[in-house]
């Protein structure tokens, strides 16, 4: 939130109902990614916030996450797509990692987002 200089309401409510999957080291979150479960009208699966510290970036963090996500996702949820909203800078990975931009451009919280879906 600090580094985006992106003032929001962080608690959603969905925290509770996510699966959240971290790296460690030293007892410090490293990495982290929350995958939400498929919503009863919607069908998909969300895999959503994904962040890596500032120290641990260009060190293949988040690729090991989203892949990791998204094997989790295919062996709890075969018959599910897969959704996010990625920051618009970051589409080029996520098509890197099978996903395609199945939408229009918008702005979330004053940042760039295109939605993508495996």
């Not at 959704?83 to 099978?98: I, K, N, P």
């Amino acid at each position: 939130m600090v580094e985006q200089t992106c003032a929001y309401l962080e608690l959603d409510g969905l925290d509770k109902t996510a699966e959240h999957l971290l790296v460690t080291r030293d007892e410090t979150v490293v990495s982290c990614l929350r995958v939400l479960p498929p919503a009863e009208k919607a069908g998909h699966v969300r895999i959503g916030r994904v962040a890596v510290s500032s120290d641990w970036r260009k060190r293949g963090l988040a690729r090991l996450m989203v892949q990791n996500a998204i094997d989790k996702i295919r062996l709890e949820n075969p018959s599910s797509d897969i959704c996010l909203d990625a920051q618009t800078y970051l589409q080029g990975f996520y098509l890197s990692l099978g996903f395609e931009v199945c939408g229009d451009e918008f702005l979330e919280d004053g940042i760039p987002h295109i939605p993508m879906q495996m």
